[in-house]
C-alpha cells in the first residue's frame, strides 16, 4: 500500500472537505484550508498536537471514533459527529494508509457536510472510490516519491525503485547517502535541499548512482512534513536524457561553430527571405576577397552572375534530383568569374530559417573535365594502338563497363552487347578457365591485385593471347575492381620463335663436336657447352661464372690477352695447340678460335671460344715427325750402305784382280804362292761382307718364327769355327749354360747375334796378354734369355762406345772387318723385341748382355 507524499497533500488542498492528515498515534500532521476555514484555527496551531486534544474541543459528541474503528478495521470508517460551535451535523470519515511493509503510516481525517442519509450513503460510496483514486495515484504516478527523516528513507513508491533500481526492503531505513556519488555531494546536497525547501524554489538537481552503476540525473524537489522530526515528503524526476540532451546541443552549437569558423570550405549563410548574407565564414571572405562588413551587406545576387531564369532552372533540375547542389558562376571582389560548385541547406537560427551554402571552386575541376574527355578520346585510341582493352566492376551494383577495344580483343563488334564479367570468363580458353576464374575469385575476395595470362577463345574459333590485370579501388568509400587485358598474340608468336630458335640454337650448341665457351666482357664463362664438359672434365655448373684464367691456369696469359684482345676488336683469331691436361692425368691437344660475341644490336657483349680438339691428329703428327727421322736415318744409311757395299765389294775384287794380274807376270813359285794367299785373304773378306750383307737383308726381311732354339749347338758351332784359326788357341773359353726351361725364339736371328758376339770376343783378344779368355754365360727362365760374353781383350774407348752399333762404324782399325757385324746384332735384338747393353774398358775387356724374350708362351 502507499503512504504519504506531495501529492496527497496537493489532494488534501484540493479537496472540498476539511481534512487532516493525522499519524498512527493520533498526532495531527497536516491540515487543509477548509479545516481551517471550519474551525478558524491556523496550521502551525493545530499540527503537532494530538488529535483527540484538538477535537475535544470541536466536536461535541463522537458516538463512535472512526479513527479508533478504521485502525481496528484497517479500512475506512465514518460516524456522524456533531460539532460543537454550530451544532451541525457532519460526517467523520477516517481512512487508514498503509505504508509497504503494511505499518500504518497515516490517517485521512476529513468532515463532510451530512444533508441527509442518502447522501451519507453516497458519501460512503465516493470516499471508498476517492481511496482507490489515491491508492492509483500513487502507483501511477510517474515520478518517484517518498518520505525521508534524518535523510533515511522511510517511504518509497514503486517508481522510486525502478528509478534507482533497489529493492523497497533495500531502500528503507536506509541513509540516502548510498544514492550519492560521494560522500562530500551527499553533505552538499543536505544543505542545498534545507535552502530548497525554505524557498520553494524549482527543485534541485543532483547525480545519482543506481544499483547496476548507471549515473542518473535527477530532480528533487521536496517539502516539510514535519519540521520537527526533520521529515520531509520528497518527489523525484529523472532527467537524465534532458541532461543528455542538453549536453549535445551544446556539443552540436559548439560543433556547428567551429565547423562553420573554422572551416576551409567557403561557407556563407543567407537569409531566404531577402537574399542578404547574413553571416560568412573566413574561408569564404578570403574566396570572395570581402571584409566580413562588406560580406554582409551583399545580396546572394550580387555575387551570383547567372540570370535569375537560370538560377530557377538550376533550382528546378536540383529539386528533381532531390539534391542540395547547384552549380553557378560566382563573381569575385576582383571581378573574376568562378565555376563554382554550392551544397545548400536550410539551417535555423533563433526560430528562423536561413540557407547554408557551401562553395566548392569547380572551376580548375570544369577545365581538367574538358581534358579529361580529350583524354579519354585519346585513351580509346591508345587502347587500340596498344591493343589494350579495359573493364570495371562494382560488385555493389553488378555494373559492369568494358572498353570499345576490350570487345574488339574477345572477337566483337564494341557495344555489341551489355557486358558482364560472366561474358569475360566465357571468353577464356577452355583449357585456362578453371585456372583463370580460380585465380579471379581470390583476387575479389582479397582485393589484392590480379595478374593472369590466359587464351581467349573469339567466336572464330581464332585464339589469341592475352595478358589480364585486375586492381581493387576505393572509390568514395566503396570498392571497385577495375582491370586491362592487353592482347599479346603478337608477342607470344616472337617468344614462341626465339624459344623456338634458343631451343634449336642450344641444341647445336650441346651437339657440336667443338667445345664452345661463351664469356662476358669480363672474359667470365657464361656458357659451357656439353662437348666442354667432355673434353675437361668439368661440368657447366662448375664453371659458369669463373674467370678464363682460373679455368686454365697453365695458359700464357700474355698469349691469351692478345687473343682476347683481337677478339674484342673484332678480329678472328686462332690459338697455338694446346696441351691440356686432365684432372685424371690424361694429356690432350687443342687449339682454340677466339671470336666477338655481338649482341642482337651489333654491339660486341664478349667472346665465343670454339675449342677443337686435336689429340689424334697431334699424335698423327709426333707419329710422322718419328716416321720422317727414321726415313733420314733409313737414307742416310742407305747412302752409307751404298757407298759401303760398293767399296767394301769392290776393294777385296779389285785387290783380288791385282794379284791375278801381277801373277800373269810372276814365275817365281814362291811369290805366286803367296801371291794367292793374299787373293784368298782378300776373297774370304769379301764372302764374310756378302754373309754380313745377306744376315742384314735376311733380318729385315724374313718373320720371326719362334722355335725351340738349340743353344749349346749353336755356341759350340760358333766355337768350333773359332778354334780353327790359330791365334785363338790360346784363349781359354768357359761357358756356363742355366736353362731350366726350352728357349723359344728365332733361330737365325740366335745365330747371329750369337756369331757375332762370340766371334768379337775372340777378335778382339789382347795378343799381348798372357791369358785371355772367353766366358759364355747364358741364364734362360720362362720369361726370357739372358746372354752375356766377356773378354779381357782391347776394350773400346769410351768415345767409340755409343757409336759401335751404328752401320759400318769401326771403333778400331787394328783388327780386319766392315763395321756392319753389332749393327746387324742390334738390328736382330730389335726385331725380337730384345735389349742390348754394353761395358767395356780399354785395355782391361769388353762385356755385351743381351736380353731375349722366351716365347715358349706367345700370346
Ligand atoms: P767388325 O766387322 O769390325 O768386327 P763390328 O760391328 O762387329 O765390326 O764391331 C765394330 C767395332 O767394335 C769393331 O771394329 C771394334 O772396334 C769394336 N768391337 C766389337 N767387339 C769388340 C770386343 N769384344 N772387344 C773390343 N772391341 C770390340
Not at 536561413?354 to 577545365?367: A, E, G, T
Amino acid at each position: 500500500m502507499i503512504s504519504n507524499d506531495t501529492h496527497a497533500l496537493w489532494l488534501i488542498k484540493a479537496l472540498d472537505e476539511p481534512t487532516f492528515i493525522i499519524s498512527p498515534d493520533f498526532v495531527i500532521l497536516h491540515i487543509n484550508q477548509k479545516v481551517f476555514d471550519l474551525t478558524g484555527r491556523k496550521g502551525e496551531e493545530i499540527t503537532g498536537k494530538t488529535f483527540q486534544e484538538v477535537l475535544g474541543g470541536l466536536i461535541r459528541t463522537i458516538p463512535d471514533d472512526p479513527l479508533l474503528i478504521s485502525k481496528a478495521s484497517k479500512s475506512p470508517a465514518a460516524t456522524r459527529v456533531v460539532l460543537q460551535d454550530t451544532g451541525k451535523e457532519w460526517l467523520a470519515k477516517s481512512t487508514p494508509v498503509y505504508d509497504e511493509s503494511g505499518e500504518l503510516a497515516y490517517f485521512l481525517y476529513s468532515f463532510r457536510d451530512m444533508v441527509n442519509p442518502e447522501q451519507f450513503q453516497n458519501t460512503l460510496r465516493l470516499l471508498h472510490e476517492k481511496e482507490n483514486l489515491i491508492d492509483s495515484l500513487y502507483t501511477t504516478i510517474p515520478t518517484g516519491v517518498g518520505i525521508i527523516r534524518d535523510r533515511i528513507f522511510r517511504l518509497v513508491n514503486d517508481h522510486f525503485c525502478l528509478l534507482v533500481g533497489y529493492d523497497r526492503e533495500e531502500i528503507i531505513g536506509r541513509s540516502s547517502e548510498f544514492l550519492y556519488l560521494s560522500h562530500e555531494e551527499f553533505l552538499e546536497m543536505g544543505v542545498r535541499i534545507y535552502r530548497e525547501v525554505n524557498r520553494k524554489g524549482k527543485g534541485v538537481e543532483t547525480m545519482w548512482k543506481t544499483k547496476n552503476n548507471k549515473i542518473i540525473h535527477v530532480l528533487i524537489q521536496v517539502s516539510y512534513l514535519n519540521r520537527e522530526d526533520n521529515s520531509y515528503i520528497f518527489s523525484t524526476l529523472d532527467i537524465t536524457r534532458s541532461k543528455q540532451y542538453e549536453r549535445k546541443l551544446k556539443e552540436s552549437e559548439a560543433r556547428y561553430k567551429s565547423i562553420f569558423y573554422d572551416s576551409s570550405a567557403p561557407m556563407l549563410i543567407i537569409d531566404p527571405e531577402t537574399d542578404e548574407i547574413f553571416d560568412a565564414n573566413n574561408a569564404a571572405l578570403r574566396y570572395y576577397g570581402y571584409t566580413k562588413e562588406q560580406m554582409l551587406c551583399l545580396h546572394i545576387n550580387e555575387i551570383n552572375i547567372m540570370s535569375v531564369e537560370d538560377i530557377k532552372n538550376e533550382m528546378t533540375k536540383a529539386r528533381e534530383h532531390r539534391k542540395f547542389l547547384f552549380y553557378f558562376k560566382h563573381r569575385l571582389s576582383n571581378g573574376q568569374i568562378r565555376d563554382v560548385e554550392v551544397h545548400s541547406g536550410p539551417v535555423v537560427f533563433n526560430e528562423k530559417p536561413y540557407l547554408l551554402s557551401i562553395i566548392q571552386d569547380i572551376s580548375v575541376q570544369k577545365q581538367q573535365e574538358v581534358e579529361l574527355q580529350d583524354l579519354a578520346t585519346s585513351l580509346i585510341k591508345a587502347q587500340e594502338i596498344a591493343r589494350l582493352g579495359s573493364w570495371a566492376y562494382d560488385p555493389e551494383t553488378g555494373d559492369v563497363v568494358w572498353s570499345a577495344e576490350l570487345f574488339k580483343i574477345l572477337g566483337y563488334d564494341p557495344n555489341s552487347f551489355q557486358p558482364t564479367m560472366q561474358r569475360l570468363f566465357d571468353a577464356v580458353h577452355p583449357a585456362d578457365k578453371e585456372e583463370a576464374v580460380r585465380s579471379f575469385e581470390t583476387f575479389l575476395k582479397e582485393k589484392t591485385r590480379y595478374t593472369s595470362e590466359v587464351r581467349i577463345e573469339r567466336p572464330d574459333n581464332q585464339v589469341v593471347y592475352v595478358q589480364c590485370f585486375g586492381e581493387s579501388m576505393d572509390r568514395d568509400q566503396k570498392i571497385i575492381f577495375t582491370g586491362a587485358v592487353l592482347d599479346i598474340t603478337e608477342r607470344k608468336k616472337a617468344e614462341f620463335e626465339i624459344e623456338e630458335k634458343s631451343l634449336f640454337f642450344n641444341s647445336v650448341i650441346s651437339n657440336l663436336q667443338e667445345g664452345v665457351i661463351v664469356y662476358d666482357m669480363d672474359m667470365k664463362v657464361i656458357l659451357w657447352n656439353k662437348r666442354m664438359e667432355e673434353v675437361t672434365g668439368k661440368r657447366s655448373s662448375e664453371v659458369v661464372g669463373c674467370d678464363v684464367y682460373n679455368l686454365f691456369p697453365h695458359v700464357q696469359k700474355e698469349g691469351l690477352d692478345k687473343l682476347i684482345e683481337k677478339a674484342f676488336q673484332n678480329e678472328i683469331v686462332v690459338s697455338h695447340d694446346i696441351l691440356y691436361e686432365r684432372d685424371n692425368g690424361e694429356s690432350m691437344w687443342y687449339y682454340a678460335t677466339f671470336s666477338p660475341n655481338y649482341s642482337s644490336k651489333g654491339k660486341i657483349v664478349g667472346v665465343i671460344e670454339v675449342v677443337a680438339e686435336i689429340t689424334d691428329r697431334k699424335k698423327a703428327e709426333f707419329k710422322e715427325i718419328e716416321r720422317n727421322e727414321e726415313l733420314f736415318k733409313a737414307n742416310t744409311e742407305l747412302d752409307n750402305f751404298v757407298y759401303r757395299v760398293s767399296h767394301d765389294l769392290r776393294a777385296p775384287i779389285s785387290s783380288s784382280l791385282g794379284l791375278s794380274r801381277i801373277s800373269l807376270s810372276e814365275n817365281s813359285v814362291e811369290v805366286l804362292h803367296r801371291y794367292a794367299r793374299l787373293q784368298e785373304k782378300s776373297l774370304e773378306k769379301l764372302d764374310r761382307f756378302i754373309k754380313d750383307i745377306l744376315d742384314y737383308s735376311r733380318n729385315s726381311r724374313i718373320e720371326v718364327i719362334p722355335q725351340n732354339i738349340p743353344l749349346k749347338d749353336i755356341v759350340e758351332n760358333v766355337l768350333e769355327q773359332l778354334n780353327k784359326l790359330p791365334e785363338n788357341q790360346r784363349i781359354q773359353i768357359t761357358m756356363d749354360i742355366q736353362q731350366e726351361c726350352p728357349f723359344y725364339s728365332d733361330k737365325l736371328r740366335v745365330e747371329i747375334i750369337l756369331n757375332n758376339i762370340i766371334s768379337n770376343a775372340f777378335k778382339f783378344q789382347n795378343v799381348y796378354h798372357e791369358d785371355p779368355y772367353v766366358n759364355i754365360f747364358f741364364k734362360i727362365d720362362e720369361k726370357q734369355g739372358q746372354f752375356i760374353v766377356e773378354d779381357n781383350g782391347i776394350g773400346i774407348a769410351p768415345e767409340h762406345q755409343h757409336k759401335v752399333f751404328d752401320m759400318f762404324y769401326r771403333a778400331t782399325a787394328a783388327r780386319p772387318g766392315s763395321g756392319i757385324g753389332l749393327y746387324i746384332v742390334q738390328d736382330c735384338v730389335k726385331k725380337m723385341n730384345g735389349e742390348i747393353s754394353m761395358e767395356s774398358k780399354i785395355n782391361y775387356g769388353s762385356r755385351f748382355t743381351i736380353i731375349l724374350p722366351n716365347l715358349l708362351k706367345p700370346d
